[in-house]
């Protein structure tokens, strides 16, 4: 049974940083594309970030510069770092994992996480 767990979410200033970790369980993962979406209060889940096993990655255009994505196959585990945060990025934030996708990127969300809330204030 494949499990993610999100963590690393919080309250912070604009401007200020954040990093989020999500730690998969249950077979793996080194095969696999994993990555971030958001929902934002009253509207639909958008693509964040994504990175396949050999770390080959891919951002929204809202993000890019400003949030990294990275993984520890080892750990099985994904991490979006966010830096200089606006009020607009305020959203829960859901890490998934796409099965099998070798080295392409891909965003089906075959598996999700409980999501984390990330709160950035003006």
């Known amino acids: 049974q494949v499990q993610l767990l999100e963590s690393g979410g919080g309250l912070v200033q604009a401007g200020g940083s954040l990093r989020l970790s999500c730690a998969a369980s249950?077979?793996?993962?080194?095969?696999?594309?994993m990555g971030w979406f958001r929902q934002a209060p009253g509207k639909e889940r958008e693509f964040v970030a994504a990175?396949?096993?050999?770390?080959?990655?891919t951002y929204a255009d809202s993000v890019k510069g400003r949030f990294t994505i990275s993984r520890d196959n080892a750990k099985n585990t994904v991490y979006l770092q966010m830096n200089s945060l606006k009020p607009e990025d305020t959203a829960v934030y859901y890490c998934?994992?796409?099965?099998?996708?070798?080295?392409?990127?891909?965003?089906?969300?075959?598996?999700w996480g409980q999501g984390t809330q990330v709160t950035v204030s003006s």
């Open positions: 990175i396949t096993w050999s770390s080959f990655s």
């Open positions: 249950g077979r793996t993962f080194s095969r696999d594309t």
């Open positions: 998934y994992v796409d099965l099998n996708t070798v080295n392409v990127l891909s965003t089906r969300g075959d598996y």
